[in-house]
């Protein structure tokens, strides 16, 4: 195997025997079967396009398939045979279509003509001819570019399988991901070529978010700024994780009068500012930090536990019976449950103890998304006119076990007091529980949502500098990121197409970036690595 799509990879270069992220070489092999076999779709599908054959059930299966590819999503080898046959069997319904609407049906790609074998252990065997390594681009900046974009692409699919879930798609997404799927599969594109279809991704990835946030807010409201116990409550209890909206609104609508108490881990902290979720009286609080730190969160959990979509990590002895995968996500011998039936879980947390006692603890703050931001606009205006807002940072991204993430934390305590920190996604957990104070009210640490709502930090900033009539470039707000997966990789792509400059990346780079593809995105972006919270906060602030 060779993976290295994710910041944690080994020795910074690429897991090779086994997945630091705990994937088996078997999987890693089917993932790249997969990836290759949705390439053959891809060539057909964007042919057909070209004569007006579209099929939207294909269009959301390559999302779902390309979800299934994320770090953390799918650990269970026996899921992706089915998936690997339905790419195929897309591929070939697509293709008749083509030929009777007059276009091109065959094609010298292999990758149109591939058969997966009748067994698993034959896919196996298969897909170890299609890993990252067996690219048949051999100039290292374009294969560079080449991962750079599929890794984006698996980003985009996971925002568009959560936005339509939730009723909401856009065509021109679908389109994109067939035409860079079948991009893949060729070795006559220029660096060129691919340096703009990288920067398009972030393009199509802009296009995602916004149809996300429409889809968030239209069915649930948009958030507003609420505080969340971090203490449980006396009573038996579920615990969820992931980041899928409309799984938690299955699972509180299951619950209602049953005397179970619902709790946010990771990712679904920011869920409790939507107005039509908090309206549910057993949604109580958040339990827990990050993904990475779930090995003991869960194994003190009393109640049952569930996993949305991806961070899921190998499950330990101790709550594997309480543990439960649905959607995209999974893990061998872990009990999955389907089309929105959470009666399993339901029943296991009616089994199990429960907290014994009301625990009081610290409470965070949440809801602070566009909307909410915005309409205080005016006195944000006011505050930083009047000097008494400096500067505002966006520290956000992803969390993750690597060292050196504690630069996060210090940071932001190091952020001056007349200075403002925006957040967003799991890598708030370094600092979502400090008590920065407030400038004349306005609290300075403000909790934008999950990864999945980093539109509304660009439309913060989209607003801003219409505001003070100045580009995002010149507004006083800096940038720094971490990464851990591909979602983040595909923010990354929107605000490099959105032109953003000095954006501040860690924990480390890429390991999929060749040296003279960070050469060019430093040269024309300014993008560069952290170093330590006082250098930076000297070379922003001065």
Not at 269 to 284: D, S
Request: aromatic share 8%; glycine share 8%; net charge negative.
């Amino acid at each position: 195997m060779f993976c290295y799509q994710c910041e944690q990879t080994a020795k910074g270069e690429g897991c090779e025997k086994i997945g630091v992220c705990g994937k088996q070489p078997d999987v890693a092999a089917l993932q790249d079967l997969l990836v290759h076999a949705l390439q053959g779709l891809g060539i057909v599908a964007h042919e057909g396009r070209k004569v007006g054959v579209k099929r939207a059930d294909a269009d959301a299966f390559v999302c779902e398939a390309l979800f299934s590819t994320l770090t953390n999503v799918d650990f269970d080898p026996e899921r992706f045979k089915p998936l690997i046959e339905q790419a195929v069997k897309y591929r070939e319904e697509v293709r008749s279509e083509v030929k009777a609407a007059g276009g091109a049906a065959e094609f010298d790609a292999p990758e149109t003509n591939f058969e997966p074998a009748p067994s698993l252990d034959g896919m196996i065997r298969q897909g170890e001819e299609h890993g990252l390594l067996n690219d048949k681009e051999t100039d290292t900046d374009k294969r560079s570019l080449k991962h750079t974009l599929l890794f984006g692409l698996k980003g985009i699919s996971a925002y568009a399988d959560h936005a339509r879930i939730l009723g909401q798609t856009d065509d021109s997404i679908y389109a994109f991901l067939h035409e860079s799927m079948a991009a893949l599969a060729r070795t006559d594109l220029s660096l060129e070529d691919w340096l703009s279809l990288v920067l398009r991704c972030g393009e199509a990835n802009l296009k995602t978010m916004e149809i996300l946030d429409k889809a968030n807010t239209g069915a649930y409201g948009d958030p507003v700024p609420t505080e969340v116990p971090l203490g449980p409550k006396k009573g038996k209890a579920i615990l969820i994780s992931g980041h899928d909206l409309k799984d938690l609104e299955d699972l509180l609508k299951q619950t209602e009068g049953k005397g179970i108490n619902i709790y946010t881990h990771g990712e679904m902290l920011p869920t409790h500012g939507y107005p039509k979720l908090k309206a549910y009286p057993h949604f109580y609080g958040h339990y827990g930090t990050a993904w990475q730190n779930q090995h003991k969160e869960f194994s003190a959990f009393p109640g049952a536990i569930l996993m949305t979509t991806n961070c899921l990590m190998r499950p330990q002895e101790k709550y594997r019976d309480n543990l439960f995968t649905t959607g995209l996500v999974g893990w061998p011998e872990i009990k999955h449950v389907k089309n929105g039936d959470f009666g399993p879980v339901v029943e296991k947390a009616l089994e199990m103890p429960g907290f014994t006692e009301d625990v009081q603890d610290k409470t965070v703050m949440v809801g602070f998304g566009h909307n909410a931001v915005m309409s205080v606009a005016d006195k944000v205006i006011d505050l930083v006119k009047s000097k008494k807002i400096r500067h505002f940072f966006l520290v956000a991204g992803c969390d993750g076990a690597k060292p050196g993430r504690n630069y996060y934390t210090e940071f932001v305590e190091k952020v001056p007091k007349d200075c403002v920190v925006m957040t967003l996604a799991c890598g708030k957990f370094r600092f979502f529980d400090k008590d920065l104070g407030d400038i004349e009210g306005l609290p300075r640490l403000l909790d934008i949502g999950q990864c999945n709502d980093s539109y509304s930090a660009i439309q913060i900033a989209v607003a801003l500098s219409k505001a003070f009539g100045v580009g995002v470039n010149e507004l006083p707000l800096s940038m720094i990121l971490s990464w851990y997966e591909q979602k983040a990789v595909a923010i990354l792509l929107t605000l490099l197409y959105l032109g953003i400059q000095d954006i501040r990346l860690g924990p480390s780079l890429p390991a999929f970036t060749s040296p003279n593809v960070l050469q060019v995105l430093v040269d024309k972006f300014n993008i560069k690595p952290i170093t330590t919270p006082d250098e930076d906060l000297k070379a922003i602030l001065g």
